[in-house]
């Protein structure tokens, strides 16, 4: 599902939201929890999961195509985990 078609299901099952509203409520969520990672927070969303980040070592890798090393820094990269009720969903 891309983010349209959510916004457009949005709109359908909720008659007082046009596709605009639904569109700016879409993005208010996306907005809140980027921000909230940025910030260095955890988001949690009961039954849905959570989002964190995890920080990665720097390391060293190798260039494909001509063999040299090279060094990756330490950086930081968002995290998902799923939570107990969307797992069993999604496995039932």
Known sequence: MTKSELVERLSLSNDELN???AELVVNTIFDSIGNA????DRVEIRGFGYFSIRLRDAREARNPKSGEVVKIPRKKTPFFK?????RERVNS
């Open 19 to 21: 596709k605009k509203e």
């Open 37 to 40: 990672l940025v910030g260095g």
């Open 82 to 86: 799923t939570g107990k009720e969307l």
